[in-house]
């Protein structure tokens, strides 16, 4: 949560997006995708 507030983002909307992504990526996928500074440009504020 504290990286979230320090990249400018909602706490609840990084859990919900996590939450929603993680069961939908594979073996192979990278976690990374996960960090908040990879996607914070597509999360709604």
């Known amino acids: ?5 320090v990249n400018g983002l ?6 919900q ?3 929603e992504t993680l069961p939908t990526l594979g ?3 990278d ?3 996960l960090l908040p500074w990879r ?5 709604p504020i």
Do not use: N, Q
């Open 39 to 43: 996607w914070k440009d597509t999360l």
């Open 10 to 15: 909602s706490p609840y909307e990084c859990l």
């Open 1 to 5: 949560m504290e990286t979230a507030k």
């Open 31 to 33: 976690l990374g995708t």
């Open 17 to 19: 997006f996590v939450f």
């Open 27 to 29: 073996e192979e996928d």
